[in-house]
T-cell receptor, first 113, second 112 residues
Framework: NAGVTQTPKFQVLKTGQSMTLQCAQD?????MSWYRQDPGMGLRLIHY???????DQGEVPNGYNVSRSTTEDFPLRLLSAAPSQTSVYFC????????????FGSGTRLTVV | QQQVKQSPQSLIVQKGGISIINCAYE??????FPWYQQFPGKGPALLIA?????SEKKEGRFTISFNKSAKQFSLHIMDSQPGDSATYFC???????????FGAGTRLFVKA
């Protein structure tokens, strides 16, 4: 049981480049989300989804795009990378019922130069 | 207010001691309060969670104390061990909210 898988683990981008961070879960969780982690700021929600075809914005959505075509996958797209997007990105998933604590992936460390 | 304020930023505890991390929230609609543990290079992992219908929840050496009137909750780690050295995040959400808010984190170091 792999849980939540994120790829790549590390990435360096030049300002203005675009890329997609991949996230996949094998727990049949309806809820998936993307957070970014910056020193001293905890984790901040970028976008989330409560099911295939349903997405919504979180606290810091600007510069990011998401889609959810399947239950398993929730990719995060950086449209035009900026140095302010240098961060560690975490994907999380959860069941919508019961005790809905999150299962996190191991993260993607992104540096924009 | 959507913030969750966490303190201290860092904590050093002797092996066998009690580690205490505190959090405060403003939004009275919050009804789910989890704590996450994160080791370097890893994603956060759910440690323990509480709902406001109880004032305390214990799982092994980890206890959450919850004060609804003060809008505060805390994590107590009894008999702290070097293996507990990690960053701890408190968080809050409300049922159907889907927007869990995290505290800034506490870096705990347990000295052997």
């Amino acid at each position: 049981n792999a849980g939540v898988t994120q790829t790549p683990k590390f990435q360096v981008l030049k300002t203005g480049q675009s890329m997609t961070l991949q996230c996949a879960q094998d727990m049949n969780h309806e809820y998936m989300s993307w957070y970014r982690q910056d020193p001293g700021m905890g984790l901040r929600l970028i976008h989330y989804s409560v099911g295939a075809g349903i997405t919504d914005q979180g606290e810091v959505p600007n510069g990011y795009n998401v889609s959810r075509s399947t239950t398993e996958d929730f990719p995060l797209r950086l449209l035009s990378a900026a140095p302010s997007q240098t961060s560690v990105y975490f994907c999380a998933s959860s069941a919508l019922r019961g005790d809905y604590g999150y299962t996190f992936g191991s993260g993607t460390r992104l540096t924009v130069v | 207010q959507q913030q969750v304020k966490q303190s201290p930023q860092s904590l050093i505890v002797q092996k066998g001691g009690i580690s205490i991390i505190n959090c405060a929230y403003e939004n009275t609609a919050f009804d789910y309060f989890p704590w996450y543990q994160q080791f370097p290079g890893k994603g956060p992992a759910l440690l323990i969670a509480i709902r406001p219908d109880v004032s305390e929840k214990k799982e092994g050496r980890f206890t959450i104390s919850f004060n609804k009137s003060a809008k505060q909750f805390s994590l107590h780690i009894m008999d702290s061990q070097p293996g507990d050295s990690a960053t701890y995040f408190c968080a809050a959400d409300h049922t159907g909210g889907f927007k869990t808010i995290f505290g800034a984190g506490t870096r705990l170091f347990v000295k052997a």
